[in-house]
């Protein structure tokens, strides 16, 4: 149908109309995802979950009812989540993705014209979802070589009264890991409250989980698409003071965590140390990836406690060395040259020995090794 019918003009102009300001001033969260042999642009994990612990998933999935609405909180999963992560079960929220819970924490403490602030570059999430609850964001430079500065955090956050101060440590698409001492720092020198997004954490930096305890100003989100390898089923939770939580709780959908999702969370954290030794791999290839790049000189390679590298070309332009890459090598990266900081770079997620032996050999032939 021709959307001219559709009851409004065809150009769209009296529903965008009706649409908030703050909202049309965002770009939208996409991604551009051609096929390719090798993907090491989302910081999945390379390798599926084992065959049988599908089938322990699929089976407890076939056995629960699927006419009737999922557990809003299955107790049992709760209670693993908590001994897992070292925290209270009234403190723990699980979401659709920790995606969800990012949007949860936001909805339920912005109120029109409230500050954000977050280093940036970071996670586009956080921008695109404040400004869509019409609150103000405020993104905070890292130092050079993309390192927290936490000072710089702290006055901007004072002097803004930022309701919300947002860390992702470590650092989407930086690697940056926060350093020690510095969330007891925003917490001590800000009123606001600190959500740390560990999506990563599992492959270095601090985690933010022992402070849970000394201040009911904290979220912590963990996510099960990294470390844990299930981004296709969707898993995330959010550990906070039990009295946040509850009001937390209001800003995400009922039902939101269906039956299959629920059985794989279960399963993965039954199975948690065959997922860990998968870590510990990623761990060992992200450094040889990182020691093999920095021998090339056109190119300057970022340290990264994640999944990801962060490299810069320094002497071809980023958006032509990710085309061949493509192209001519069938591996897919994501090219974030686009954002001012993060001019002529690309971030490469870790995946096996052999993706990366296949990025070095790739990069060599593309921006070659002479000095
Ligand atoms: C920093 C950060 N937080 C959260 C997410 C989303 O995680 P989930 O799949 O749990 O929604 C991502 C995904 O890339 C991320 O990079």
Redesign the pocket.
């Given at each position: 149908m021709d959307p001219g019918q559709a009851g409004g003009a065809s150009d769209g102009a009296e529903g965008l109309a009706l649409i908030k300001p703050s909202v049309r001033a965002q770009s939208a969260y996409t991604l551009s995802a051609p096929t390719s042999r090798r993907k090491l642009n989302?910081?999945e994990s390379p390798w599926d979950l084992p065959a049988a612990l599908k089938r322990e998933v699929l089976a407890a999935a076939e056995a629960a009812p699927w006419h009737r609405y999922p557990e809003f909180a299955p107790p049992d999963l709760i209670a693993a989540l908590a001994a897992h992560y070292g925290w209270v079960a009234e403190g723990v929220l699980v979401g659709n993705?920790?995606?969800e819970l990012?949007q949860a924490t936001l909805a339920t403490t912005l109120e029109a014209g409230d500050v954000v602030v977050a280093p940036t570059p970071t996670?586009s999430l956080y921008r695109l979802l404040t400004g869509v609850l019409g609150g103000r964001y405020r993104p905070v430079p890292l130092g050079p070589d993309f390192v927290y500065d936490v000072d710089a955090l702290i006055e901007v956050a004072v002097r803004e009264r930022a309701r919300v101060v947002v860390l992702?440590s470590p650092n989407?698409p930086t690697g940056s890991a926060l350093p020690e001492g510095a969330v007891e720092r925003i917490l001590d020198e800000t009123g606001a409250l600190v959500v740390c997004?560990e999506?990563y954490q599992e492959f270095g930096g601090p985690t933010a989980l022992p402070l849970l305890a000394g201040s009911s100003r904290i979220v912590v989100l963990r996510?099960f698409?990294k470390a844990l390898g299930m981004?296709g089923l969707?898993f995330?939770l959010a550990l906070t003071h039990p009295a946040v939580a509850r009001e937390l709780a209001k800003g995400k959908l009922p039902y939101n965590v269906n039956v299959v999702t629920l059985a794989a969370a279960a399963a993965a954290l039954r199975h948690h140390d065959t997922l860990a030794e998968r870590v510990r791999l990623i761990v060992a290839q992200r450094d040889r990836l990182v020691d093999r790049l920095s021998a090339l000189p056109a190119l300057a390679v970022y340290p990264s406690a994640a999944n990801f590298v962060l490299i810069r070309c320094l002497r071809h332009a980023a958006r032509e060395v990710f085309r061949r890459l493509l192209d001519e090598h069938g591996i897919l990266v994501r090219d974030v040259s686009g954002a001012s900081e993060l001019a002529q770079c690309l971030r490469i997620s870790v995946g096996t020995a052999e993706d990366v032996d296949a990025v070095v050999e790739a990069m060599t032939v593309i921006v070659g090794s002479d000095r």
């Open positions: 989302q910081n993705g920790s995606n990012i996670f992702n989407n997004d999506a996510t698409s981004a969707r995330g």
